[in-house]
Structures are given as structure tokens and as C-alpha cells.
Nanobody
Framework: QVQLVESGGGMAQPGGSLRLSCAASGFPFSHYSMTWARHRPGKGLEWVCGIYSDGHDSWCSDAVRGRSAISRDNANNTVHLHLDRLKPEDTATYYC?????????????WGPGIQVNVSS
């Protein structure tokens, strides 16, 4: 059974950094791309960053590009999202998701989400 569990959320200050992690189990992790998405208050679901199954290619949205990094450790079945220069608009529930492909797209499993609050 696929399990995705996010960690690393909480309170952060504007201008600060945070690192979210997602521990995956129940499937061959290295076979699938992984993506972080977020749900901001009053907004729809927003894709943040994604990474291909082999970790060699990644993508991040315009909202976080240049101050974000996504990485994965296929040996330990984890994927990480690092955000720098945090803004209050980064406040959201962040979700880890698994694709059905090696490349980005078509997600079939989601973690329960973790809250990030950026405030001074």
C-alpha cells in the first residue's frame, strides 16, 4: 500500500528557509516521478515543484522558481523541497504526490499534507 508522509512544516519567518521531506513506502520509489503541491488559503491546488524518477530533471513553478529546490534520495525513498526567501504567500498546506509515470504528470497518491505558516 502506497504511503506518503510529509514532515518539516511549521512556523517560519519571512525571508527564512524551510525544508520539507516526504517519506515514501509501499511502491518502487525510484520508478516514479514525485511532485510537491500546495493549497493556499482561499486558492486552488497549486503545483510547486516536481522531480523525475531518476532525479536528473526537475521543474518548479514561477511562484517559487529561483528560491526553491527539489531533490530525491532513491536509496532512502525520500523527496525533499527546500524553499528560501520565504514569503507570507508561501503559507499553505503542502502535499507530496506520486505520479504514475517516470516523468511529471498524472498523480495517483497523495500524502495527508503538512502546514507551513510564514509570518513575522
Amino acid at each position: 500500500q502506497v504511503q506518503l508522509v510529509e514532515s518539516g512544516g511549521g512556523m517560519a519567518q519571512p525571508g527564512g528557509s524551510l525544508r520539507l521531506s516526504c517519506a515514501a513506502s509501499g511502491f518502487p520509489f525510484s520508478h516514479y516521478s514525485m511532485t510537491w503541491a500546495r493549497h493556499r488559503p482561499g486558492k486552488g491546488l497549486e503545483w510547486v515543484c516536481g522531480i523525475y524518477s531518476d532525479g536528473h530533471d526537475s521543474w518548479c513553478s514561477d511562484a517559487v522558481r529561483g528560491r526553491s529546490a527539489i531533490s530525491r534520495d532513491n536509496a532512502n525513498n525520500t523527496v525533499h523541497l527546500h524553499l528560501d526567501r520565504l514569503k507570507p504567500e508561501d503559507t499553505a498546506t503542502y502535499y507530496c504526490s506520486k505520479s504514475i509515470y517516470t516523468v511529471l504528470g498524472a498523480y495517483d497518491s497523495w500524502g495527508p499534507g503538512i502546514q507551513v505558516n510564514v509570518s513575522s
